[in-house]
């Protein structure tokens, strides 16, 4: 059974940093690239990062990049998110997201999420 | 959104419902679309990927197709556990590559 669960969020200043985890077990982590969604309350979905099963591409939303790191560890089956400079509109639910097909968006697992609220 | 979608669609239950997805040559004209459901309070789950294709387990009443640049879910003999948030996705070609969502459509089963 494919599990994914996200770790890491909490409350935090604005300009702070947050470190996400997301731990994924029951199926080959490292044949699957992964994303971070991201939903503000009572807003839409969001896509935030995708990164390829051996990390040789990563890729960012606008509104993250150079802010936010996606990386992996095949290893551990572990999935990070490193988010700086964290802004007030950062706030949201954290998704990650299994992606059965890179470059499609076709994400097929998703975790519960864990919440990051930026707020001074 | 980059993906239009409309805000809000309603329909009666046994009736046919269709939500539209709007984008452009780089995203949906290029690229697979996919959908996904969510209902209150859960996480998203896959409706359906590469443009028509049903995962196991998802029914028969969800059906969606692509057409250049467009793309749109129907459901048919709609059901009151079908009201959910449902948003079309794909991944875009420029700006070296992004995923996009588009803003969601809210079916509410009269």
């Known amino acids: 059974e494919v599990q994914l669960l996200e770790s890491g969020g909490g409350l935090v200043q604005p300009g702070g940093s947050l470190r996400l985890s997301c731990e994924a077990s029951?199926?080959?982590?490292?044949?699957?690239?992964m994303s971070w969604v991201r939903q503000a309350q009572g807003k839409g979905l969001e896509w935030v990062s995708a990164?390829?099963?051996?990390?040789?591409?990563?890729h960012y939303a606008d509104s993250v990049k150079g802010r936010f790191t996606i990386t992996r560890d095949n290893s551990k089956n572990m999935l990070y998110l490193q988010m700086n400079s964290l802004r007030v509109e950062d706030s949201a639910l954290y998704y990650c997201?299994?992606?059965?097909?890179?470059?499609?968006?076709?994400?097929?697992?998703w975790g519960q999420g864990t919440p990051v609220t930026v707020s001074s | 959104s980059v993906l239009t979608q409309p805000p809000s669609v309603s329909a009666t239950p046994g009736q046919r419902v269709i939500i539209s997805c709007s984008g452009s040559?780089?995203?949906?004209?290029?690229?697979?679309v996919n959908w996904y459901q969510q209902l209150p309070g859960m996480a998203p789950k896959l409706l359906i990927y590469?443009?028509?294709q049903r995962p196991a387990g998802v029914p028969e009443r969800f059906s969606a197709s692509k057409s250049g640049t467009s793309a749109s879910l129907a459901i048919s003999g709609l059901q009151s556990e079908d009201e959910a948030d449902y948003y079309c996705?794909?991944?875009?070609?420029?700006?070296?590559?992004?995923?996009?969502f588009g803003g969601g459509t809210k079916l509410t089963v009269l």
């Open positions: 997201a299994k992606d059965e097909w890179f470059g499609e968006l076709s994400l097929d697992f």
């Open positions: 029951g199926f080959s982590f490292s044949m699957y690239g």
């Open positions: 990164i390829t099963g051996s990390s040789s591409s990563t």
């Open positions: 040559s780089s995203n949906i004209g290029s690229g697979a």
């Open positions: 590469s443009n028509n």
């Open positions: 996705a794909t991944w875009d070609d420029s700006l070296n590559g992004r995923g996009l």
